[in-house]
């Protein structure tokens, strides 16, 4: 059984920084390409940031392109997002979610395994 639990999320101010993480338990961490996605209040769940299981290469939307960054730590089974310059549009609830695929999915659909989420709200 496959568990992810984010922590991390919180209050804060316009062009501050957050750092939230994601642990994997239940099975062998390095196996699965982890995503990062949120959902704020009325809108359409998205993708965020992606790191593939095979060679650690990333993808971002281009919202959070140069303000974000993914990380994993396997020997820790560990994902990282480090938000930096945070917009109030970045507010919504963030999920961390993992798949075995060899590939990474932009679509919530490919993804088999999800946490149950960290609130980040930024003020303005």
């Known amino acids: 059984q496959v568990q992810l639990v984010e922590s991390g999320g919180g209050l804060v101010q316009a062009g501050g920084s957050l750092r939230l993480s994601c642990v994997l338990s239940?099975?062998?961490?390095?196996?699965?390409?982890v995503g990062w996605f949120r959902q704020a209040p009325g809108k359409e769940g998205e993708f965020v940031a992606g790191i593939r299981r095979t060679d650690g290469t990333t993808e971002y939307t281009d919202s959070v392109k140069g303000r974000f960054t993914i990380s994993r730590d396997n020997a820790k089974n560990t994902v990282y997002l480090q938000m930096n310059s945070l917009k109030p549009e970045d507010t919504a609830v963030y999920y961390c979610a993992a798949d075995v695929a060899y590939g990474l999915g932009f679509r919530s659909s490919e993804y088999h395994y999800w946490g149950q989420g960290t609130q980040v709200t930024v003020s303005s």
């Open positions: 239940g099975r062998t961490f390095s196996s699965y390409t």
